[in-house]
């Protein structure tokens, strides 16, 4: 199962490596950007996940997530 999560929870990242160079034609700074915005919205994810389960419950918080595009 960890394996399984592994792989598939970080194929966006390899996508997003392949999109930044071959699509955007940007650099590897430009890359790094995308990675740290990624971080970002973790952090502030993270901050604010126990407010939105007081808010909405345990199960309508949890309810949208297998629609997310981000990793488990």
Do not use: K, N
Request: charge should be positive; proline fraction near 7%.
């Amino acid at each position: 199962m960890v394996a399984a999560l592994s792989l598939f929870g970080w194929m966006p990242e390899a996508v997003l490596v392949l999109y930044t160079r071959q699509d955007l034609h940007a650099s590897s700074a430009a890359f790094g950007g995308l990675l740290a915005a990624t971080s970002v919205g973790a952090i502030v994810g993270g901050l604010f996940s126990a407010r939105l389960i007081a808010w909405l419950g345990i199960t309508r918080t949890l309810a949208p997530s297998p629609c997310s595009p981000t990793r488990p």
